[in-house]
């Protein structure tokens, strides 16, 4: 009697083998799931870690004063405006895009030097997360606007000079 049955246990046996075999990899198919989220949530946070000066003050001291760091945190190309005073019928403003490789450097004069120059300084928050920095000569038109944003890391991205 048992004879018979036989063929028949071993099939079931099998099945219910194969069924308990698949089971560990279904579950531990969602485990493979995790390290990724895991490795990706550090790679987000590291372009914030790799900015040298994540606070604008800090970030402003330096940029004033290496031209090395100006030269990784200007925008290429540097949109740029300034008054063509030789313009008709009058003096205009003008723009451009300056290629990096086409700027002067220092393409901004370290804020610890204005005081002694005659110059002043002020920095204000923009609405859009930027800063912007005046400088300038005071009872004068000699005035040059530096605008900086988060790309992701402080980046000179605009120059208004307004001196005529």
């Known amino acids: 009697m048992f004879h018979h049955c036989l063929p028949l246990l071993a099939v079931i046996f099998g099945l219910a083998l194969s069924a308990c075999q698949s ?3 279904t579950a531990a198919a969602p485990a493979p799931t995790a390290p990724p989220t895991a490795i990706h949530a550090p790679a987000a946070a590291a372009p914030a870690a790799a900015c040298a000066y994540p606070r604008f003050d800090t970030f402003l001291r330096h940029f004033g004063s290496e031209i090395a760091l100006q030269e990784t ?43 002694e ?47 005529v």
């Open 73 to 115: 945190a200007v925008a290429d190309p540097l949109p740029s405006e300034r008054v063509d005073v030789n313009a008709e019928p009058e003096p205009r403003m003008v723009s451009e895009n300056i290629a990096l490789r086409e700027v002067t450097w220092p393409v901004m004069p370290d804020p610890a030097t204005l005081p």
């Open 23 to 25: 089971e560990p990899s």
């Open 117 to 163: 120059a005659g110059r002043e300084i002020s920095v204000s928050g923009q609405p859009d997360g930027g800063m912007t920095v005046l400088i300038s000569t005071p009872n004068t038109s000699n005035q040059q606007r530096y605008h900086f944003a988060r790309r992701p890391c402080w980046q000179l991205v605009r120059v208004v000079d307004e001196a």
